[in-house]
């Protein structure tokens, strides 16, 4: 069994930062590509960012900016850096792994709870 558990979602002003943490925990072998996703209200989900386990790091275009992912590999922990926070971000936050639970076998995509952004004044 594998959960991803997310937190430091919330309310935040126009031009704050908050800083999103996603854990995964439970029968891992490896864990392959981390990601935050998120959705806006009547919209589909989208891509912010992900990175490998190598490091390399891929953004949605107009969030490179403002935003930045991390990761530690030895907790299998990703994080969501967000600055100068916009209305336009209010969205629910998720996080995906791509995580193979046992040697010889295919990985497969988890996804957190999500976690509410709400950025207002």
């Known amino acids: 069994q594998v959960q991803l558990v997310e937190s430091g979602g919330g309310l935040v002003q126009p031009g704050g930062s908050l800083r999103l943490s996603c854990a995964a925990s439970g029968t891992i072998f490896r864990v392959d590509r981390m990601g935050w996703y998120r959705q806006i209200a009547g919209k589909q989900r989208e891509l912010v960012a992900s990175i490998t386990a190598g490091g390399k790091e891929i953004y949605a275009d107009s969030m490179e900016d403002r935003f930045t992912i991390s990761r530690h590999n030895g907790k299998n922990t990703v994080w969501l850096q967000m600055d100068t926070l916009k209305p336009d971000d209010t969205a629910v936050y998720y996080c995906?792994?791509?995580?193979?639970?046992?040697?010889?076998?295919?990985?497969?995509?988890?996804w957190g709870q999500g976690t509410q952004v709400t950025v207002s004044s």
């Open positions: 995906k792994a791509q995580i193979t639970t046992k040697l010889f076998e295919e990985s497969r995509d988890y």
